[in-house]
């Protein structure tokens, strides 16, 4: 009988049969979902026989939900996720300069997922454009609930605007042209602590190198400057033992053993030394719009969207989704690569600690690439591969594993 994941005593229980939510997604979400559920189901077939199965339970959002209920996020979508703990969603249209808020940014937020986790990895075979895609083997850790993308925010020319206007001109003697939009950017103490805590605790268990905060603090100095501050104090306070600074290392930059290094760079710098010196970074751990940016320039250098994977992961509950969009323009054509989207569903696996089927997808996709038969984003690139679609890339893994 399927049953609902549980956190018991700050303790994940993973029955054998849970029942995981799913999103289907806009634009060419369905397509990738169908392959990516399709290969999870394999997975965990081959790896468990009957004994292990998922029980998928579609939820709605985006252009499916308004179509059937008249809104685009309803509460139901909400609770099933507090619910049933770990969910999977394809991408959701957000409409640019107006419309509705961001679905994807409003899940993040109402379920405070404060994590949003992307690795990036290249994959052997993998068309890509610099020379040692092997060399790059990061995680970022973005923080997903602050920053510029709070959504708080005035039109130009709105009553809104004007008055925040007003506020700054007359009561703190700062001047914003008539007519601006205007946005607020804030970022919290204990926003930064808690994603900072993450991603060490994530770098303690997985035995890495290294966490480099990534800021504008320059320039910011209030908001990613304090960010910087609050993620080293917590280093500090809170894992004292295991690691140690830059600054303190400084004189023989020698790293001691067991250590995890502790360090910070500018955003832009951030972004050129990704790709210079790109073996010297492990953990990335950025405020919520300069690790959207860093997320899609890092994909690109191990191969594009197509293959890049994310979770967005609060304190237990989990969704798990793709790095990149809807990519409207391929809906509905059976074209574009599911990786990105298989890839999560791997992660989500790791996450529910089905190891085994997270390992055999992995290995089939890598099998996969490695044979060429690969989706149109990837034959771009690769000399006599042949070029299937969606699905077929799916069948490929499967019969890979
Ligand atoms: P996008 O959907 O990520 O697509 C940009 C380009 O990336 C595509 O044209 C395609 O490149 C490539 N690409 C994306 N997914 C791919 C895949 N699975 N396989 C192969 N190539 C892939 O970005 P966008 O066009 O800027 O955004 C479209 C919509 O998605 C917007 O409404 C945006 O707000 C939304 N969005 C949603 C999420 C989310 O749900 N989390 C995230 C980002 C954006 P080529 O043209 O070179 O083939």
Redesign the pocket.
Known sequence: MAEKIAVINGRMIVPDNPIIPFIE?D??GPD?WKAARRVADAAVEKSYGGGRAIEWKEILAGEKAHRMTGEWLPAATLDAIREHVVAIKG????PIGGGFR?L?VTIRQELDLYACIRPVKWIKGVPCPVTRPESLDIVIYRENTEDIYAGIEWESGSAGAEKVRAFLAFEMACDIPEGAGIGIKYISRPASERLMRKALNFAVEAGRRAVTIVHKGNIMKYTEGSFATWCYDLARKEFADKIVTENEIAGTGKRPDGKILVNDRIADNMLQQLLLRSGEYDILIAPNLNGDYLSDAAAAQVG???MAPGANIGDFMAVF??T??????YAGQDK???G?LILSAVMMLEYMGWREAAGLIRDGLERTVSQKTV?Y?LARGMEGAREVRTSKFADAIVANM
């Open positions: 997604g634009g060419t990738i991408p959701l249209t957000t961001s994807n594009g969207l197509g989704e793709a990149h969009g809807t990519a409207p323009k574009v690569n599911p990105s989706t984003d």
